[in-house]
C-alpha cells in the first residue's frame, strides 16, 4: 500500500540501541601459503547502536546520514576435533547514508523499510584459540583495524507519541554486510593453527550482522498539534411539546411558500380542533430542507410560517393566539446530506398547545 502521509516531515534526530548478532565469520587461508584450509569464529550476542540525522520531503520518502558502533565477543571456534579455548572480540564503526520509506496504513503506527551504502573500520582485538591444556603464548592477532564498505537493509515501525509533537518510540530490525570483509593477517604468526610459527596470511570471507533495536525518533520544529475544533453552538431547537399537544404538518414544494389545496385542508382541522380542545396557544414552525443557503433558507421558513398563520386566521383563530418561528435547514425531519431536495423537510408544524 502507497504511502499518502507521513509522521516526519522537515529534519529530524534518532537515536537506537540494541542487541547485535553476528554470524560465524569464516576465515580463509591465503593460497600462497600452505596451511590448513577454511575455519570460522563463532560470536555471542553483541551490541548495536546508531544515532543519525535526517529530513522528511513528504510522501513518505526520507534520507538520512547515521554513525554505527557494534562490538561481539568470541565464544567458539573450528573446526576442531579437540576442545578449544578461545577469546577477543570484533569492533566495528563507522557511517552509513540511508534512504527510507514511511508507510501509512491508516493505523496509529508507521512500517517503515530502508537500503543505506556506507563503509565501517573492523577492529578486532585479541583474537586467539588454543587446545584446552595447550601452553598459553601468543596464539593469534593482538589489534588490527581495516576499512570495509558496507551496505544494509532496514525494517521497522515507529509509534508517534501523542503528548509530545514530533516525537516516536521506534523498534527496528537491520541486516548489514560488508563487501570486502577482508581482515589481512598477512605476516602476523598463527601459532595456534601453525605450530612452527612461520607467518601466514588469513582473511576473513564473510561479515554479516542482524541488529534488533529500540530506539526514539523526534521531528525537529513541529508545529503542536492542532486542538480539536470547536462544537459549533446549534440554533436552539423548538420548545418541546407537552404530551397534550397536537401537532399538524404542511408540506411545501420546493423553493415555495404558496399552500396547496391539501395543505389549506390540515390547516383547516388545525383551526377546527383548537376550538374544539382546551388550547392555551398555538405555534406555527417554519422549516426547509439543506438546498440553497442557511440564509436564504432563514427566510423561506419565515414566510412559509406566516402563510400557514394567515390561513389559520382566515379559518377563525385569533392572531392573538399564534406565534410564529422561522428555523431555516436546522431540525431536519429527514437527516440528509447538504444539497438533497427532500420533500419531508418543506414543511410548517402547527402545534396546538
Do not use: C
Not at 132 to 152: D, E, F, I, K, L
Not at 165 to 176: A, P
Not at 223 to 242: D, S
Amino acid at each position: 500500500m502507497l504511502a499518502h502521509a507521513q509522521p516526519v516531515v522537515g529534519p529530524y534526530v534518532s537515536l537506537g540501541a540494541g542487541i547485535n548478532l553476528q554470524q560465524d565469520e569464516i576465515v580463509a587461508p591465503d593460497l600462497e601459503i600452505p596451511v590448513a584450509g577454511d575455519h570460522h569464529y563463532s560470536f555471542d550476542t553483541g551490541f548495536a547502536g546508531q544515532a543519525s540525522i535526517g529530513y522528511g520531503f513528504g510522501y513518505g520518502l526520507r534520507a538520512e546520514v547515521e554513525g554505527d558502533y557494534f562490538t561481539d565477543s568470541i565464544n567458539g571456534h573450528g573446526p576442531s576435533d579437540v576442545p578449544q579455548v578461545v577469546g577477543g572480540k570484533e569492533q566495528k564503526y563507522g557511517g552509513m547514508a540511508n534512504v527510507l520509506y514511511d508507510i501509512d496504513l491508516g493505523l496509529p503506527v508507521y512500517p517503515y523499510v530502508g537500503v543505506g551504502l556506507g563503509g565501517q573500520a573492523v577492529e578486532h582485538d585479541n583474537f586467539y584459540s588454543r587446545d584446552v591444556g595447550a601452553r598459553p603464548g601468543p596464539t593469534g592477532v593482538n589489534t588490527q583495524v581495516h576499512g570495509a564498505y558496507a551496505y544494509q537493509g532496514i525494517a521497522g515501525v515507529a509509534f508517534p507519541v501523542p503528548i509530545v509533537s514530533g516525537l516516536s518510540l521506534t523498534l527496528e530490525y537491520r541486516f548489514m554486510g560488508l563487501f570486502n570483509p577482508v581482515g589481512p593477517y598477512g605476516e602476523v604468526s598463527y601459532k595456534g593453527f601453525n605450530p612452527v610459527g612461520f607467518p601466514v596470511a588469513r582473511n576473513f570471507s564473510n561479515d554479516l550482522n542482524h541488529s534488533i533495536l529500540l530506539g526514539v525518533r523526534y521531528a525537529l520544529w513541529q508545529p503542536p498539534a492542532p486542538p480539536p475544533p470547536p462544537v459549533p453552538n446549534a440554533a436552539p431547537p423548538p420548545p418541546a411539546a407537552p404530551e397534550a399537544a397536537r401537532t399538524y404538518l404542511v408540506f411545501f414544494d420546493w423553493d415555495r411558500a404558496d399552500l396547496s389545496e391539501r395543505a389549506r385542508q390540515i390547516i383547516a382541522t388545525a383551526a377546527s380542533a383548537s376550538t374544539h380542545v382546551q388550547t392555551t396557544r398555538i405555534e406555527v414552525n417554519g422549516y426547509t430542507d439543506l438546498s440553497g443557503t442557511a440564509a436564504y433558507n432563514q427566510r423561506l421558513s419565515v414566510r412559509r410560517a406566516q402563510s400557514v398563520e394567515a390561513e389559520l386566521v382566515r379559518d377563525g383563530v385569533a392572531a392573538s393566539e399564534i406565534g410564529i418561528h422561522g428555523y431555516g435547514e436546522s431540525h431536519p425531519l429527514v437527516p440528509t446530506a447538504p444539497g438533497v431536495r427532500e420533500p419531508q423537510n418543506r414543511r410548517v408544524e402547527i402545534i396546538l398547545h
